[in-house]
C-alpha cells in the first residue's frame, strides 16, 4: 500500500526556519547573561544595570592629572546577604554604602581592611607625577632630591625592574614601602615608619629592604589578597562566608544553651516543641530569654521557629540531641586521653536501682593529673550487669575495652564490703587480680567506718534501744503538724530540730544526737504540754508519756552525751575520707587516730555520768530504782555473789562493750590500709628512714612492680632523700605527704630526667582510691537526671546528660568552634557551616 507524501514549498520551508529562529531568539533575550551575574571588582566601567543585584565596584576613570590628586573615590555597592529561607530563595537585596576616600599620600593613610583590599585589587599611586621638589636633602658636599631612577632596579643582567612597591610622600618629601606599611610588619625601619630620605645611600638601603623576609612575605600577602578578591565568583564567596557566619551564629548559642542546662541536670524538652508555648520546655525557654536581650537569635526565632519540620532552623530537639551526643563523645576523649597520659589508674564501681526498676552500674576512674593531684572521672552507667561476681567482672573489662583502656595499667580498686565484691576467692577483687596481679584492693574507708559504727550500735540492747528511741521520736511529732507545731513553739530560740536516722549515711545519727543533746529541755516540754493535754487523744497522751519516762532515765541522757560526742568525731573523719585529694596513708593515720581516741574515752565514763547526771536532773540509774527480782536459794546452792550497782553495771555491760567493740572493728578495718602503705614505706617516710632502710624498703616496692620500677629506684630514693634535707626548698618536710611531693616534683619539672621511677611510684600509691564515695554520688545525679517524668529515656541519653552534670568542669571547657566543627562534619547539612 503506497502513501502520497505532502511536499512543502520553498516558501513554507522558509516561515518555518523564520518562527524557530524568532522563538530562539526570544528565549536568549529571556536568558540572563553571564556578565548579568558577575562582574570583574576591578572593571572601570563608568555604570552598571539598575536591576543588576550582584556586587559591583565601580572605579571612575580618571586622567593624568586627577591621578595626581592626593584622594582616590571610590563608590562600592555591596549586597546584603541574608541566610535562604525556608522556601529556598536568595532573598538577596542592594546595599549601598557610602562613598569611600583613600589618600594617596602615605603619610595620610588609614590603614584597615578597606583600605588593604582596595590597594590589594588596584595598587597604590606611587606619586611620581608631579615631581620632587619637597624631597630636597643637603649633604656637606651637595644637595639631593628624589629621582625617577631611583623607583628602578638594575638586575646584575642588565635588566630594569620597577619598584612598584616604592611610594613617595608629597607631603614629606620621603618614601616608603607600601606593602610593609599596608601590612605593619616587624621591620623597624625608616622605609615603614618615619619615612626614607638618605638619596646618597639610597640604591644600597631600597636593595637590601627588598630582599629581606619581611619585604617578601608582606608581597606575597598583597599578592594573594588580591587573587581572592579579584576572583569572579568573589561575590558568590562573600555570600558563602556571611551564611556560614550567619548559621555558626545560631549553633554557638544553641550549644551555650545545652551546656548550661546539662552541666545542672535539668530536664530539656516539654510537652510541645513551640515558641511561644508554657510547654516548650527549659531548652527552648532559655532560647526564648535569651532571645529577649539578643536581637540577632529573636529575629532567626521569629522566621525559623515555628515552621515545622522540613525547615532548616537548628532549633529543634533533633539537632540539639545531636550536640549532646557530639559532648558526650568529646568529654570522654579528654578524660580517656588524660588517664593514658597518667598511664596508672584505679576503678570503683557501685550499682543502684533507678526509678524505673533497671540497676544500674556506676563505673569511676581515679588517676593522676599532670599537675600531680589525683582525679575521679565519672564514665559511664551500665545497665543491669547483674549481682554475681563473674557478671560484674566481665561488665567492667567490657566497659574499659569499650573506652579503650588497657586494663594492664591498672593499679587499684574500690569497692565497698559486700561479699561479692570484696570475697578473697571468687569476689569481684579476686577475679580482677586474676586478670592483672597488680590491681591492688582497698575496701572503701568511708563504708568501712559505717560499718564499725554499725556494729557498735548492735553491739548491747542498750545502744540499739538509743537509737530506736530516737527515731520513734521523730516519728512521734513528725506524724503530726500540731505535735511537729508544739515542739516548734519550744524551740523557737532553738535552732536545732530534732532529726531522723538514716540507715546507709551515719552523718545522720550525728546531727540526730547533737539535736536532741542540744535540745534536750525544750523536747522534755514538748512531751509535758502534749501528755497533760487533756484534748489530746488517749493513745497521743500515751506514746508522749512513754518517750517522757524514757528521757527521764540516767541511761538515756549519758548515751546521748556518749554517741554525741563518738558520733561527732566519726562523722568529721568520714567527711574527710570522703575527699578525692587524699591517700591512703592519711586514711591509716585517721583510723590510728580514731583508735586512740577511743582508748582514751574508756577511762572517761565517771566524766560522761556526771554531764548526764546535769542535763537530766536525775542521780540514779533505772536499775537502782526499779525493784529487782531475786532468785530464790536453795539449801543446796551457793549464795550468788554481790550484784553491782546500777552505775558499775552499766560501765560494764554496756559502756566498755561498746568501747571495746569500736576498737576491734577500727583496728580490723585499718589492717588493709597499714598493709598497703607498708608498701610504699620507702615514699612515706622518705625524709626520716636511714639509707639501709631506705635501700631495703625499695628494692621491696621494685621487686612489687618490676614492670614499672627499675633498679635505679632505691638509688633515686637515696638522692631524693639528700635533696629534701639538704637544699634550701620552699616545702615543709615535716608535712610532706606522696601527692605534696608528686606536685612538687612536676612543679620544679623533676619528675622526668632526675626522679623518673620515684613519679611512677608516687602516681601508682596516690591512683589507688581510698573510698568510692564519687560513685556513690553519682546515684545522686541518676536521681536527677532520671526522674519519674524522664523515666523513658534511653541510656545513651542517660549517660550523656549524667557526664556533663557529674563532670560539668570539663563541660565549660569544650571549645564552642570544635562542637560545631564535628557537628558539619557527620553528615551532609542543608545549610552551609564550615
Given at each position: ?61 580618571k ?57 590589594a ?68 625601619t ?43 565568583d ?24 545545652i ?5 545542672r ?90 526509678i ?35 557478671d ?5 573489662t ?31 577483687q ?63 530560740h ?56 524514757q528521757?527521764?532515765?540516767?541511761e ?121 602503705c ?12 636511714n ?50 611531693l ?82 558539619a ?10
Amino acid at each position: 500500500m503506497s502513501t502520497n507524501r505532502k511536499r512543502l514549498s520553498g516558501d513554507q520551508y522558509k516561515k518555518i526556519a523564520k518562527l524557530k529562529s524568532e522563538k530562539l531568539h526570544n528565549v536568549l533575550n529571556k536568558t540572563h547573561k553571564l556578565t548579568d551575574f558577575f562582574k570583574n571588582p576591578a572593571s572601570t566601567s563608568d555604570s552598571c544595570s539598575s536591576n543588576s543585584s550582584t556586587n559591583t565596584i565601580d572605579i571612575p576613570k580618571k586622567t593624568d592629572a586627577q591621578v595626581s590628586e592626593t584622594t582616590i573615590s571610590l563608590s562600592v555597592e555591596v549586597d546584603n546577604i541574608e541566610p535562604e529561607d525556608s522556601c529556598g530563595s536568595n532573598g538577596l537585596t542592594n546595599m549601598i554604602v557610602n562613598e569611600i576616600i583613600f589618600e594617596t599620600d602615605p603619610v595620610k593613610w588609614v590603614i584597615n581592611d578597606e583600605f588593604r583590599d582596595y590597594v590589594a585589587k588596584n595598587g597604590f599611586n606611587q606619586n611620581m607625577t608631579n615631581g620632587f621638589i619637597n624631597s630636597k636633602r643637603v649633604y656637606c658636599d651637595k644637595t639631593r632630591y628624589l629621582t625617577n631612577i631611583m623607583f628602578n632596579r638594575r638586575l646584575i643582567n642588565g635588566e630594569i625592574i620597577v619598584r612598584s612597591w616604592l611610594v613617595y610622600s608629597p607631603s614629606l618629601g620621603v618614601v616608603f614601602c607600601g606593602p610593609c606599611r599596608i601590612f605593619q610588619t616587624s621591620l623597624e625601619t625608616q622605609l615603614v615608619t618615619e619615612g626614607f630620605n638618605d638619596w646618597k645611600n639610597a640604591i644600597s638601603r631600597f636593595s637590601y629592604h627588598e630582599n629581606s623576609k619581611e619585604h617578601r612575605d608582606a608581597i606575597i600577602n598583597l599578592k594573594h589578597r588580591g587573587n581572592v578578591l579579584g576572583r569572579i565568583d568573589y561575590s558568590l564567596i562573600k555570600q558563602l562566608d556571611t551564611e556560614i557566619e550567619y548559621w555558626r551564629n545560631v549553633l554557638k548559642r544553641v550549644v551555650e544553651t545545652i551546656k548550661s542546662l546539662a552541666s545542672r541536670g535539668l530536664p530539656f524538652r516539654g510537652h510541645d516543641s513551640c515558641f511561644g508555648s508554657v510547654h516548650n520546655g527549659n531548652y527552648l525557654m532559655s532560647l526564648e530569654l535569651i532571645a529577649k536581650f539578643d536581637p540577632f537569635l529573636a529575629d532567626h526565632i521569629v522566621r525559623f521557629g515555628n515552621k515545622g519540620s522540613g525547615s532548616t532552623s537548628y532549633l529543634s530537639h533533633v539537632v540539639c540531641d545531636e550536640f549532646i551526643l557530639l559532648m558526650m563523645k568529646k568529654l570522654k576523649h579528654n578524660i580517656v586521653k588524660e588517664l593514658k597520659i597518667s598511664k596508672y589508674f584505679s576503678i570503683s564501681i557501685d550499682s543502684t536501682p533507678d526509678i524505673s526498676h533497671v540497676d544500674k552500674l556506676s563505673f569511676m576512674v581515679r588517676y593522676v593529673l599532670e599537675t600531680g593531684l589525683p582525679v575521679e572521672r565519672f564514665l559511664c552507667f551500665v545497665s543491669n550487669p547483674g549481682h554475681k561476681a563473674l557478671d560484674l567482672t566481665n561488665a567492667i573489662t567490657n566497659t574499659l575495652k569499650s573506652h579503650d583502656i588497657d586494663i594492664s595499667d591498672c593499679r587499684g580498686q574500690s569497692y565497698d564490703n559486700a561479699s561479692n565484691m570484696s570475697g578473697q576467692y571468687s569476689g569481684v577483687q579476686a577475679r580482677i587480680k586474676e586478670i592483672n596481679p597488680l590491681v591492688y584492693y582497698v575496701p572503701c574507708s568511708a563504708h568501712s567506718l559505717n560499718l564499725v559504727g554499725i556494729s557498735s550500735a548492735e553491739s548491747c540492747s542498750q545502744a540499739s534501744m538509743f537509737f530506736g528511741f530516737i527515731q520513734q521520736l521523730y516519728n512521734f511529732f513528725s506524724a503530726s503538724t500540731h505535735r511537729w507545731s508544739i515542739l516548734q513553739l519550744n524551740m523557737k530560740h532553738n535552732a536545732n530540730t530534732i532529726k531522723s536516722l538514716s540507715n546507709t549515711r551515719w552523718s545522720a545519727r550525728a546531727d540526730a544526737c547533737r539535736a536532741l543533746y542540744n535540745s534536750w529541755d525544750e523536747i522534755i516540754n514538748a512531751l509535758v504540754t502534749i501528755k497533760d493535754d487533756i484534748f489530746e487523744k488517749c493513745a497521743t497522751r500515751n506514746e508522749s508519756n512513754g518517750l517522757y519516762n524514757q528521757m527521764q532515765k540516767l541511761e538515756t541522757s549519758f548515751m546521748v552525751i556518749f554517741w554525741n560526742y563518738i558520733l561527732e568525731r566519726f562523722n568529721a573523719s568520714n567527711k574527710q575520707l570522703q575527699c578525692v585529694e587524699i591517700g591512703n596513708d592519711k586514711v591509716s593515720q585517721i583510723y590510728t587516730s580514731l583508735i586512740n581516741l577511743v582508748q582514751k574515752t574508756r577511762d572517761n565514763f565517771n566524766e560522761y555520768e556526771t554531764k548526764a547526771k546535769k542535763i537530766s536532773k536525775i542521780t540514779e540509774y533505772n536499775v537502782d530504782i526499779t525493784r529487782q527480782k531475786k532468785k530464790k536459794i536453795h539449801f543446796d546452792e551457793k549464795a550468788e555473789q554481790t550484784e553491782l550497782s546500777g552505775g558499775d553495771k552499766f560501765r560494764v555491760e554496756t559502756f566498755y562493750l561498746i568501747i571495746d567493740k569500736i576498737t576491734n572493728e577500727l583496728e580490723k578495718r585499718h589492717q588493709s590500709y597499714k598493709t598497703f602503705c607498708d608498701l610504699f614505706e620507702v615514699l612515706l617516710k622518705i625524709t626520716s628512714l636511714n639509707s639501709l632502710k631506705i635501700v631495703e624498703s625499695a628494692e621491696k616496692l621494685q621487686k612489687m612492680y618490676p614492670n614499672d620500677l627499675d633498679n635505679t629506684f632505691s638509688s633515686e630514693c637515696l638522692h631524693l632523700q639528700s635533696y629534701l634535707l639538704n637544699s634550701n626548698i620552699d616545702i615543709d618536710i615535716n608535712i610532706l605527704t606522696p601527692i605534696t611531693l608528686c606536685q612538687y616534683l612536676r612543679e620544679k619539672s623533676l619528675h622526668i630526667e632526675i626522679f623518673p621511677n620515684v613519679d611512677t611510684a608516687l602516681r601508682i600509691f596516690i591512683s589507688v582510691p581510698v573510698s568510692n564515695c564519687t560513685t556513690e554520688r553519682s546515684f545522686s545525679c541518676l536521681k536527677r537526671v532520671k526522674n519519674y517524668l524522664r523515666s523513658t529515656q534511653n541510656d545513651e541519653k542517660l549517660n550523656s546528660l549524667a557526664l556533663f552534670s557529674i563532670e560539668n568542669e570539663m563541660l565549660k571547657e569544650l571549645n564552642c568552634e570544635d562542637l560545631i566543627d564535628a557537628f558539619a562534619k557527620t553528615k551532609c547539612r542543608r545549610k552551609p557551616i564550615v
